[in-house]
């Protein structure tokens, strides 16, 4: 079992930063891939950056370049820097955990980001 707890967000003016932490306890959190999503109102919920166990990174288009995801394992803790933000990406963001090879994972309860003037 795996609690992630996120925090970080609030109200920022476009070009502003955030940076969001999701700390995990409960089990080996170097072993799982994590990562954040975002869900906007009336929006589905989507993929924004993921960094795997072995450190590896990828990203949504939408945000490349502007955000940088990574992990403390020392810490059990993960990060979402957001750099340059524009009023779209506003939205609720969720930390996710994930260990595909037994079929786990976890979410967060997320935590609200808004861009805005």
């Known amino acids: 079992q795996v609690q992630l707890v996120e925090s970080g967000g609030g109200l920022v003016q476009p070009g502003g930063s955030l940076r969001l932490s999701c700390a995990a306890s409960?089990?080996?959190?170097?072993?799982?891939?994590m990562a954040w999503y975002r869900q906007a109102p009336g929006k589905q919920r989507d993929l924004v950056a993921v960094v795997t166990s072995g450190g590896s990174t990828n990203y949504a288009d939408s945000v490349k370049g502007r955000f940088t995801i990574s992990r403390d394992n020392a810490k059990n803790t993960v990060y979402l820097q957001m750099n340059s933000l524009k009023p779209e990406d506003t939205a609720v963001y969720y930390c996710?955990?994930?260990?595909?090879?037994?079929?786990?994972?976890?979410w967060g309860q997320g935590t609200q980001v808004t861009v805005s003037s």
């Open positions: 996710f955990a994930e260990r595909r090879i037994f079929g786990l994972n976890y």
């Open positions: 409960g089990s080996i959190f170097s072993m799982y891939n």
